[in-house]
């Protein structure tokens, strides 16, 4: 499933690859993925201009001109893939057709989103409207911030940075070495983490998503062009039975809530 490197990455290269090419054609085998009928969402996405493509936790927002925005989710996962001129792509449920011949197709593995929204229509965007901080972004997500969104929650850590509202783009991938490198077990309780412990695991919030992002993501994700990104291995995360590599103890898998954790017994508590 990708989380907010992979999500990042594929939002700047199709920004450097999409930008300034003109909307001719939409095609769309899955209507169910979309936010109106298929021939409304034709009507606002056909002959617009890709201008900005950025991203927020796990969605892609691709911004038209004029006036509209084209909304992706790729939920569990999928492939989101450019195809030059005279390419004949054949799976997928969404292919946007540009007016130089090449165009971008998306495929959800299992279910996802692509909803086109008006300018105007925005910020009232149930699914995106309400997504957290972005942590990639550092004059947004600041250490002063950090603090302030912890203060006075209840519950875990672990369901609070998972929590798209809180933190936009961490999910079950991700959070194992975050919380490793803070030292803190996933059932820790909010109240119970002090300044000094919410600095550590504000900087490894930031070095471990800005790390993967700069690798273009994790190696079995698909990127633009159909390449996988460069993270290939985790400290702890995915690693049960193997040596700890801070302490050398065995790495454990257990469950927290409805998600698996991987945590050393001996450094995360
Ligand atoms: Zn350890």
Known sequence: MPELPEIHHLARQMHRTLHGRRIAGVDVKQPKCLNMPPQAFADLLVGKTIDRVTSRGKWIFTHLDPG???????????????????????????????????????????????HAVA??????????????????????????????????RRGAIK???????????????????????????PNRPISRIGPREQAALYRAVVGSLTAAARLGGLAFEKDLHGRGGGVRTFLIGYREGKRCPRCGARV??????????????????
Request: aromatic share 12%.
């Open 68 to 114: 509209a925005n084209l909304l992706v989710s790729l939920g569990m996962g999928g492939d989101l893939l450019w195809h030059k001129r005279g390419a004949v792509p054949d799976r997928y449920q969404l292919r946007i057709g540009f007016a130089d011949g090449s165009c971008l197709t998306i495929r959800f593995w299992w279910f996802g989103y692509a």
């Open 159 to 185: 369901a609070f940075l998972m929590d798209q509202g809180n933190v936009a783009g961490i999910g079950n991938v991700y959070i194992q070495d975050i919380l490793f490198k803070a030292r803190l077990h």
């Open 252 to 269: 454990r898998k257990i469950r927290t809530g409805a998600t698996a954790s991987f945590i050393c017994p001996r450094c995360q508590t």
């Open 119 to 152: 300018d105007g229509d925005l910020s009232a965007h149930k699914m995106t409207g309400t997504l957290g901080l972005n942590p990639l972004d550092r004059r947004e997500f600041t250490l002063a911030r950090f603090h302030a969104l912890l203060e006075g």
